[in-house]
């Protein structure tokens, strides 16, 4: 199994508190300790303009810029977000800025891609919202305009939703091919069909039941498009909260409820709950008990999410010497 890690770019409300003249210090703090060591395998941040649970005015850094910073301040990791909604950038120039940053970071760009789904924000920033059959389909045009411009230098496409006629994308990312194409979302008859279709990874709803359902219907498609649905690494996105004891677990969850109560009191109760419930909280003998469980069912890329990461790294410390050395 392989892990990445989310860096805290405040979207979550996780840079609550830090100057915005410190951010990139905190951020590139955490990205150094993910590429020095040996744990993780990638980073990543959200594709994201309005923080949540809620819209306020906490800081959300833009993730293509963010991609470009780590790109030329990191050597070992890989770079994905998780992820880039197609309908917020034109795919032609989304397919450039991806291979210009697979250049400066020498072949680490991961292509964490979807249809979207924040209307908040699409509205706010004058996409619309348009319905959800519509975001699909310009996913799977995008991702048709991207791969032939990573793979044949230009791409011509008329579409419904995007037309290009010999866009160009000199020079071609280092990777053979682009970045690898993580398509993200658990729609059954369409994402799961898109990712069949031409998808590497994969990223839906990782608790045991639905993955595993997700996984047989994904497998479904890729016996109908006639591809081995085995050369798909199929990941899956979790909330770590992990503590030497059950004690120290409360403690942490408790401390990120008073840390939402600053900017979202309304709503801090029910997000620290959604962390509760999920499958990697707990002392590190459950969260490895729970990982083999999901291994067995086939997720073997975990990308983990640390609330505290910003201000505390012994969560991460603690999943790097204890967690993930079971995994080898």
């Not at 993580?182 to 898109?194: C, F, M, N, S």
Request: charged share 20%.
């Amino acid at each position: 199994m392989r892990f990445g890690l989310f860096i805290p770019q405040g979207w979550r409300q996780d840079l609550t508190g830090i100057d915005a003249a410190d951010h990139w210090s905190v951020m590139n703090g955490l990205l150094q300790h993910a590429d020095q060591g040996t744990t993780f395998d990638s980073v990543w941040v959200y594709d994201h303009f309005h923080t949540v649970p809620e819209p306020t005015q906490e800081a959300t850094h833009e993730a293509w810029a963010l991609m470009a910073a780590f790109a030329a301040a990191s050597h070992r990791v890989k770079l994905g977000q998780m992820c880039t909604c197609m309908s917020y950038r034109n795919p032609a120039y989304l397919a450039k800025v991806a291979a210009t940053t697979d250049i400066i970071s020498g072949g680490r760009v991961q292509m964490g891609i979807g249809a979207g789904w924040y209307e908040h924000e699409w509205r706010a920033y004058g996409y619309g919202f348009p319905r959800a059959g519509e975001r699909l389909a310009m996913l799977d045009e995008g991702v048709q305009i991207m791969r032939q411009m990573w793979s044949e230098g230009s791409a011509t496409l008329a579409g419904t939703h995007y037309q290009v006629d010999g866009a160009l994308c000199y020079p071609l990312p280092l990777q053979h091919g682009g970045p690898p194409l993580w398509i993200a979302g658990g729609g059954e008859k369409k994402t799961l069909r898109i990712a069949a279709e031409h998808a590497q990874y994969t990223n839906f709803d990782g608790t045991p039941e639905t993955f595993a359902h997700k996984s047989a219907i994904l497998a479904e498609h890729c016996a109908a498009v006639g591809r081995d649905v085995g050369a798909i690494t199929r990941s899956a996105n979790y909330n770590v909260v992990v503590g030497e004891t059950e004690k120290d677990v409360a403690d942490r969850l408790a401390w990120i409820e008073d840390h939402y109560s600053r900017t979202v009191p309304s709503k801090a109760a029910e997000a620290t709950e959604q962390l509760r419930t999920g499958p990697l909280v707990g002392t590190p003998e459950q969260i490895v008990e729970r990982l083999e469980q999901l291994e067995g069912i086939g997720m073997t890329y975990a990308i983990t999410y640390f609330a505290e990461a910003a201000y505390d790294r012994t969560g991460i410390e603690l999943f790097e010497t204890q967690v993930a050395p079971a995994f080898g």
